[in-house]
């Protein structure tokens, strides 16, 4: 499942812009937000040095900071706002990803591998073969991106007799086996 602000202390990084470094080493920089708000600027230094983290005041700045070291623990080193922001900046680079083979895909989960998403993928929206529900790729994106409703119970099953049921019926089957 993503991570979302929640699992960051409420710190999150929009609008990322990439670009090059003196020795054309890829760079990032990008707004900082907190709880929904924008507090300042992040950007990686083109020269090599470290890192700018402008804060819209001194206390956000020290927050930030203090609260990455602690996040990061024994990860923790000097530049611990860097490593903090860059592994958001990661975690929303995997959510475009996942969106964007959310467009034309329905991310599929078998029995033994319910996390594993990613690697397999159907090209359509599909139809519960218990109970006829019509899942789009688009309402599954939805609820496993903004975790609206329950992702679990949309999320498609193969079967072992190569059904293709929903979550909740998947769960159902299992109960009534039993
Ligand atoms: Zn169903």
């Given at each position: 499942m993503?991570?979302?602000e929640k699992d960051f202390g409420g710190y999150w990084v929009k609008n990322i812009k990439e670009f090059k470094g003196h020795e054309q080493e890829p760079l990032w920089q990008a707004s900082v937000y907190k709880n929904g708000k924008k507090i300042g600027f992040f950007s990686e230094d083109s020269r090599g040095g470290p890192a700018r983290l402008d804060c819209n005041t001194?206390?956000?700045e020290k927050e930030l900071m203090d609260f990455a070291r602690e996040f990061l623990g024994e990860e923790a080193w000097a530049e611990s706002y860097h490593t903090f922001l860059s592994k958001i900046a990661e975690e929303t680079d995997?959510?475009?990803?996942?969106?964007?083979?959310c467009k034309n895909k329905i991310l599929i989960q078998t029995p033994e591998e319910i996390y594993d998403y990613l690697e397999n993928?159907?090209?359509?929206?599909?139809?519960?073969q218990d109970c006829d529900e019509i899942i789009t790729p688009e309402s599954l994106a939805d609820a496993y991106i903004n975790k609206i409703g329950n992702f679990m119970d949309l999320a498609?099953?193969?079967?072992?007799?190569s059904d293709l049921i929903c979550h909740k019926c998947?769960?159902?089957r299992q109960s009534e086996k039993r």
């Open positions: 993503f991570k979302t001194r206390e956000q995997y959510i475009k990803q996942v969106k964007k083979l993928a159907l090209p359509e929206g599909y139809v519960c498609p099953v193969y079967t072992e007799d998947y769960k159902k």
